[in-house]
């Protein structure tokens, strides 16, 4: 034996030694670390509490929440869309502040009082009424059919500046509909609608705004899922569902504004109502719950929802006999993702 191998031997040890030791303190902290975006594993045995966890730590960061009531939407479609589409995501928008005696549930108002109870820094809940305020068609594509998130703002300016919409800096939100022949920067990679603030630098204002892209023509089984799912599902999967009103972009689109409305009012100048510490890349009360819409979903599974005669899915009920399938938010009281449509 060369008087050299026992030192190979003990440096060999050591070198393994210190690979488990740092295998088990990644391992460590891979394990405590959760996607907020994601329902937490740890699933609660009650159903009321789908995406439960004292992991999550959503906080106020004392910033304003739309609490001035009526909540006014100013619609800017851009692109050419149908009467019947616009139809029908205006009865969701108009569902927000349904009457129950009108409409029965589980109903989109029921959905809304979820996002009522998130306060400001006053007690002031965010506002219980939710109006459409205003329109305005761009039919033209003035700034081509593929935007960034910048010319998304330059659309509001012209939206503003040409004066068919008010610049409401109490109670406005303004609500940019893509349709489905624009492609929008980032859309379908990695988001399927998005909200923030405009820049004075562009719009002349600071305004709280909100986008969302009809993804049936370019990623359906993206941001309309379930009504659509991924190729990589199609074998062993779960089925595509029918949607409620028989289209798959627009009744996709709806649960994503949902969600961006949700997180708007709740959060619109990006500094009140998220979870992380980075206000670049909050965690909202809509990301908290992305993908559950009914009891003991998680883990890929949606929940429990209901189906109508023809067999088309929905979770809530809204006016004008509409019924819509909308993610649930995250409830700052039940410290969980909520819906009206729970079943316990």
């Known amino acids: 034996m060369s008087p050299l191998q026992p030192l190979f031997a003990l440096l060999i040890l050591l070198i393994l030694t210190n690979e488990i030791v740092a295998a088990a303190s ?16 740890p699933l609660s045995s009650s159903k009321k509490f789908e995406g439960s966890s004292d992991l999550v730590n959503l906080r106020y960061h004392m910033g304003p929440v739309l609490s001035s009531s009526p909540i006014n939407i100013y619609l800017i479609w851009y692109g050419k869309w149908a009467l019947p589409q616009k139809i029908l995501i205006k009865d969701f928008l108009s569902s927000i502040s349904g009457a129950a005696a009108t409409t029965p549930s589980p109903s989109v108002a029921e959905w809304w009082r979820t996002v009522s109870l998130y306060t400001d820094q006053t007690g002031a809940n965010v506002s219980h009424s939710v109006v459409v305020a205003g329109e305005y068609s761009d039919l033209r594509y003035s700034l081509g059919t593929q935007l960034t998130r910048l010319s998304i703002q330059q659309v509001i300016a012209s939206a503003v500046k040409s004066a068919p919409l008010p610049v409401d800096h109490r109670n406005g939100i303004y609500l940019i509909l893509t ?57 062993g999967g779960p089925a595509a569902l029918s949607p409620p009103n028989g289209d798959v972009g627009v009744d996709g689109m709806i649960s994503v504004i949902g969600h961006e409305l949700a997180e ?19 965690t909202e009360i809509g990301d908290l719950c992305e993908g559950l819409y009914g009891s003991g979903g998680g883990g890929g599974y949606i929940g429990a929802v209901m189906k109508d005669k023809e067999g088309r899915s929905y979770n809530m009920n809204g006016r004008n006999g509409r019924r819509f399938l909308v993610q649930w938010l995250w409830s700052p009281v039940l410290k969980a993702c909520a819906g009206p449509n729970a079943l316990d």
Request: charge should be negative.
């Open 26 to 41: 990644s391992s460590s902290r891979s394990a405590a670390v959760h996607n907020p975006k994601l329902p937490p594993p």
């Open 179 to 235: 349709s489905g022949d624009v492609i929008v920067q980032d859309f379908c990679r990695a988001v399927c609608g998005f909200h923030y603030f405009t820049f004075p630098s562009m719009v002349g204002y600071t305004l709280p705004y909100a986008w969302v892209g009809n993804s049936g023509e370019q990623c359906p089984e993206v941001c309309a899922y379930p009504f659509a799912v991924p190729g990589y599902m199609g074998g």
């Open 264 to 282: 708007l009012s709740s959060n619109p100048l990006v500094n009140a109502w998220y979870a992380g510490e980075d206000p670049t890349a909050p």
